[in-house]
């Protein structure tokens, strides 16, 4: 196996006037060739301040200060905005932001706002870019002549696959897809999930998949990531995750997925912490059913508890 992403120490806060907001605070994760990964979590737990770093994109008042991203033999979250915006972003690492379809400009037509990562990054001229548009197009299922329609002629479902488009463009080794379904109702939710699976087997993408839906991500992902309050609790193979969830907050997320037949609705009582001020100890434990005075004390370590199944724990110990 090799591995083609590497995330150690990671930390990225946003530095607001009312304090210092630990959204991703210490998260290592690898990701190896061919391989997708979901990241999962309620929200506000971090999952798109973590895709927007590996970018290096982070909006302020918002930026990495710690940790390493290696892609490639480059560390990411080191390299200067000319290097990110010649060597990294859209080429290595392309991404599907989340709500980016109601972004589309409504003036332009597709064609050309397809275009426009390509004019900026791939140094080619807008007509030779839209050529190159129209060759992607039918690989997420969409007629090339789309092109010289306005996004208000789209549905929904059309929007979002001219969005993954967008992010196949430059031929990216790693695509990363933010909520990629949110909006969407469930048949045209199936539809895209399945495109995102498709074009891993046929394009060979590394799919980062996000999602607070983890319903969803069982059918797409290899392995998957839980996050809670600006770190990782739990990660494993998908069935792993799913059939014999360990840590008591994934455990949590598994019981509140609505069930077919039952009225019950089950949830996770409380609130995420503020991440301007995080509980020392494991951050779960003021939520936790099953919480020992360790919890509140010391911060959990990464516990093995399966074959490439890891967990942050005290109940592991
Ligand atoms: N621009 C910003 N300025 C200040 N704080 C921010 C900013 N963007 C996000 N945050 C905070 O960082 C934390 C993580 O937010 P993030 O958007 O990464 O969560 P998320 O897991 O993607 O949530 P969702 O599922 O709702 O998309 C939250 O506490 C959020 O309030
Ligand atoms: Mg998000």
Known sequence: METILKVEGLKTYYFTSTGVVKAVDGVNFTMQRGESLGIAGESGCGKSTLAYSLMNLVPPPGKIVDGSI?????????????????????????????????????????????????????????????????????????????????????????????????????NPDIVIADEPTTALDVIVQAQILNLLKKLKWEMGINLILISHDLSIMAEVVDRLIIMYAGKIVEIGNSEDVFGKPNHPYTQGLLNSIPKLGTHELNYIPGLPPDLRNPPKGCRFADRCPYVMDICRREEPPMFEVGNGHYSYCWLNR
Do not use: C
């Open 70 to 170: 290696i892609l490639d033999g480059m560390d990411i979250a080191k390299m200067d905005e000319d290097s990110l915006r010649n060597e990294v972003r859209w080429k290595k690492v392309a991404m599907v932001f989340q709500g980016a379809m109601n972004a589309l400009t409504p003036v332009y037509k597709i064609g050309k706002q397809l275009a426009e990562p390509l004019v900026i990054h791939g140094n080619i001229s807008e007509d030779e870019a839209i050529e190159k548009a129209k060759e992607i197009l039918p690989k997420v299922g969409l007629d090339p002549n789309i092109i010289n329609r306005y996004p208000h002629e789209l549905s929904g479902g059309m929007k979002q696959r001219v969005m993954i488009a967008m992010a196949l463009i430059m």
